[in-house]
């Protein structure tokens, strides 16, 4: 049973650059999530997508923004690259929020270095 | 404030030892919490999840909710040099229609031979 995967693993981009990263959750899970983690913090939530809508969103201005595709994976998408964006962007997968099932499983993440 | 606080360590014992690792939350909306271990430019491997109050324990872990004071714990027994990672608490809630979780900064711990 694959895990959470995520695409690609590393990627360095330049500023004002837009970046696509990718997402497919574990078999049986049809929620994704997004978060950002800086070095030597803790994740910050981006944004849920359930059945293709963006569920809940954290505080995150809109050149993020995300997309789910009928198979539940998932994009993230940055646009106008900042240097502040460098980060590991880790993706996490769960069952749908209401069912009882709040586990959220993680990706090994995309290390984004922004130049 | 963060609504999460966690000591960023780092922590270092010997091996064997028992180790405590410890946050402190501020939402009372807050339902379930976890523990999460991570290794090095690694994803987050979940650990422990619970949702009430009491003990929890699995094999050498026992994760510890009292909502009464807003306090969590993870405790490791007979801690081994594998153990060495950064450890993170995360709390959530069914709020705005999602379960978004709320992550302390992590502990980072060393175990040493």
């Known amino acids: 049973d694959a895990g959470v995967t995520q695409s690609p693993t590393h990627l360095i981009k330049t500023r004002g650059q837009q970046v696509t990263l990718r997402c497919s959750p574990k078999s049986g899970h049809d929620t994704v999530s997004w978060y950002q983690q800086a070095l030597g913090q803790g994740p910050q939530f981006i944004f849920q997508?359930?059945?293709?809508?963006?569920?809940q969103r954290g505080n995150f201005p809109d050149r993020f923004s995300g997309h789910q595709f009928p198979n539940y994976s998932s994009e993230l998408n940055v646009n106008a690259l900042l240097l502040g964006d460098s980060a590991l962007y880790l993706c996490?997968?769960?069952?749908?929020?209401?069912?009882?099932?709040?586990?959220?499983?993680f990706g090994p993440g995309t290390r984004l270095t922004v130049l | 404030q963060k609504e999460v606080e966690q000591d960023p360590g780092p922590l270092s014992v010997p091996e064997g030892a028992i180790v405590s690792l410890n946050c402190t939350y501020s939402n009372s909306a807050f339902q379930y919490f976890m523990w999460y271990r991570q290794y090095s430019r690694k994803g987050p491997e979940l650990l422990m999840y619970t949702y009430s109050s009491g003990n929890k324990e699995d094999g050498r872990f026992t994760a510890q909710v009292d909502k009464s004071s807003k306090y969590i714990s993870l405790f490791i027994r007979d801690s081994q040099p594998s153990d060495s990672a950064t450890y993170l608490c995360?709390?959530?809630?069914?709020?705005?229609?999602?379960?978004?979780?709320?992550f302390g900064t992590g502990t980072q711990l060393k175990v040493e031979l």
């Open positions: 996490a997968s769960s069952p749908q929020p209401t069912s009882g099932g709040n586990e959220q499983f």
């Open positions: 997508y359930y059945e293709e809508e963006e569920r």
């Open positions: 995360a709390t959530g809630g069914l709020t705005g229609g999602g379960n978004k979780l709320t």
